[in-house]
């Protein structure tokens, strides 16, 4: 059988990651490799579907190094047996690589292989077992492009894209030299020497004179000055604003002309009447005393 397939990066990197044999059983669809398994010769197991049949297969693969030159081909040979069953397979697969264009540039892998099997293999049709294989490469070709941009091979790319060490680094800003040149005595011609420390305290002087600075408003001031400047609502509103949230102030009740009018007490009904229970009492007892002297005078 005889196939080719496209994968998107150059052929020396993808001739070192054949050259990889965990890469390479890694990206065959299908297998699921043993943990414990040696790196130059990976073992694990391998589903294939052939026609509506599903078979597994448990084996290992080794990768033979290409030559040295550039036309040299890969061989992949890989041996296995059914967990279900007492057949056999062993593949052998050439791979030779070369530059492509289309559909981009790349790298076309051209494969050649054989394949030896019995039992249930052996059952399947040349067309069926031919599509299969087909299938086959196509999804490894798949899959060893996404192994490629998620684990590069080591050294790809270095020479294109320097690295961080690489990058040359700007001269700093402040030049060593610059602060000899700052520390160097002024000519007698320059302005900075004519002036002398006390004609800079008097700068000083004049920058923080009471006239340079604004004066001092009440309502923005804070301290007892500010306080008995201020009004006596603005400076008892000033202490209770003082160290309290904004939240706080924002709900704080309003104080002096700004506060708000008290309602009128619902409880002066409820004082005349306790005034007046007392005073009907006393007329109803005068009244009664008063009948009784009456009577006793008739």
Same mark, same amino acid.
């Given at each position: ?15 070192? *990651? ?16 043993? /943990?414990? &398994? ?14 509506? @049949? ?23 040979? /890989? ?18 690589? @070369? ?32 599509? /299969? ?25 270095? &020479? ?14 402040? +030049? ?22 006390? +004609?800079?305290?008097? &700068?000083?002087?004049?920058?923080? @004179? ?35 949230? *904004? ?11 700004? /506060? ?39």
């Amino acid at each position: 059988m005889e196939h080719e397939v496209y994968v998107p990066f150059p052929v020396g990197t993808v001739r070192q *990651a054949l050259t990889e044999p965990e890469r390479v059983a890694r990206c065959v669809p299908g297998v699921q490799l043993d /943990a414990e &398994a040696a790196a130059h010769r990976p073992e694990g197991r391998l589903r294939l579907r052939i026609g509506s @049949s599903t078979i597994t297969y448990r084996g290992s693969l080794t990768v033979s190094e290409p030559g040295d030159g550039a036309d040299a081909a890969v061989t992949v040979e /890989a041996k296995g047996t059914e967990t279900r069953g007492d057949g056999a397979v062993a593949l052998t697969l050439t791979v030779r690589l @070369s530059p492509a264009t289309e559909p981009g540039p790349g790298t076309t892998l051209a494969c050649a292989g054989t394949v030896h099997g019995d039992g249930r293999l052996a059952e399947a049709t040349d067309r069926s077992a031919e599509s /299969a294989g087909r299938r086959l490469l196509d999804r490894f070709a798949e899959n060893l492009t996404e192994d490629l941009r998620q684990r590069p091979v080591p050294g790809a790319g270095q &020479a294109a894209r320097p690295g961080v060490l690489d990058t040359e680094v700007p001269p700093p800003s402040l +030049d060593p030299h610059s602060d000899e040149d700052a520390a160097e005595p002024a000519g007698p011609g320059d302005p900075a020497d004519a002036a002398g420390p006390a +004609d800079t305290a008097d &700068a000083l002087d004049d920058l923080v @004179s009471e006239d340079r600075v604004p004066e001092l408003r009440a309502e923005h001031a804070y301290g007892p000055e500010a306080d008995a400047a201020a009004p006596a609502e603005a400076a008892h509103a000033r202490r209770t604003m003082i160290g309290r949230s *904004a939240e706080e102030v924002d709900h704080a009740p309003p104080r002096g002309r700004y /506060a708000p009018v008290p309602a009128p007490e619902t409880g002066g009904t409820s004082a005349t009447l306790r005034w007046a229970a007392p005073a009907a009492a006393v007329v109803l007892a005068s009244a009664v005393v008063v009948g009784r002297v009456l009577r006793r005078r008739r």
